[in-house]
Structure formats: C-alpha cells, structure tokens
C-alpha cells in the first residue's frame, strides 16, 4: 500500500488573494486599528498612534530577516531581553616572564596528566554550567 507524502509544507497556501491567512489578518489588525484611531482622535493624534501599529502590521505581514519572518525576530527579541543570561570570562594571560617560562619548561608536571581535584571540579562545573545552558535555552559562544 503505498501513500502519498506531502510536499512542500512550509509554504503556506495563499487564502485571500495573493495573501496567507496570516498576512491578512495582520494587515487587517493594523488597518483597523489605525481606522478606529482616525474615527477616535484628532488627526494628528490618529497618524501618531496608528501610523505605527499600522506600520507593524505591514512588517509582519511582508518584512522578513534572513528569510524568517518578522514575528520571530520580535520573539526572539522578547526571548533574549526577558530571559536570563550566563557570562563567561576566560582569562588569558599574557606572554610569561622568561623566568616564569624558564621554570615552566623544567617542570616535571608538565609531561603528567593532569587527573588531580581541581580537574575534576572543574570537569563537574563545566558539567553543570552545560545543563543549565541546555535547560534554559542559553548558546555558548563557540570559541
């Protein structure tokens, strides 16, 4: 028995026209909204307050950022302003001393690996910052 597979299903079907469903319901928001403050206030009040809803309207219906739609910028907008966020500062030093480099180069720890205490504390703290990352939707910069 074979079946027939959908194609094409990101795009959505064009229901007013040349307009999504989505699309017109935006223009439509924003038209309205910007015809009751027409009807409602002054007309430098009205193209004050509804010439931006009226606008937003327009950019969610059409504008798109890097091929994704309006509307998930201002999410992901509302995402980063309102979520909690995780700094991390790597500290790098600087070129070492020739003494410092001097005695670096004789030490025998060197050439051990490092399987000590502090390794492990600092195993598990990486461990539980990547949980809390994965957890809380937060990226961590690739370096």
Same mark, same amino acid.
């Given at each position: ?6 194609? +094409?299903?990101? $795009?959505? /079907?064009?229901? &007013? ?6 699309? !017109?319901? =935006? ?34 219906? +059409?504008?798109? $950022?890097? /091929?994704?739609? &309006? ?6 907008? !509302?995402? =980063? ?63």
């Amino acid at each position: 028995m074979q079946f027939q597979v959908p194609q +094409f299903i990101e $795009v959505e /079907d064009k229901i &007013f026209g040349p307009l999504t469903a989505t699309q !017109f319901i =935006y223009l439509v928001g924003g038209g309205g909204f910007a015809v009751a403050m027409w009807l409602l206030l002054p007309l430098w009040a009205a193209v004050l307050i509804g010439g931006p809803v009226a606008g937003l309207g327009v950019a969610l219906a +059409f504008y798109k $950022v890097n /091929d994704r739609p &309006f509307i998930q910028v201002i999410e992901a907008a !509302f995402q =980063y302003i309102l979520k909690s966020k995780l700094y991390i500062w790597e500290h790098k030093n600087a070129e070492p001393s020739p003494e410092q480099a001097a005695e670096r180069d004789n030490d025998p720890a060197k050439f051990v690996p490092a399987a000590t205490g502090d390794r492990l504390k600092d195993l598990a703290w990486s461990l539980d910052v990547q949980e809390k990352t994965q957890r809380e939707g937060i990226e961590l910069p690739r370096i």
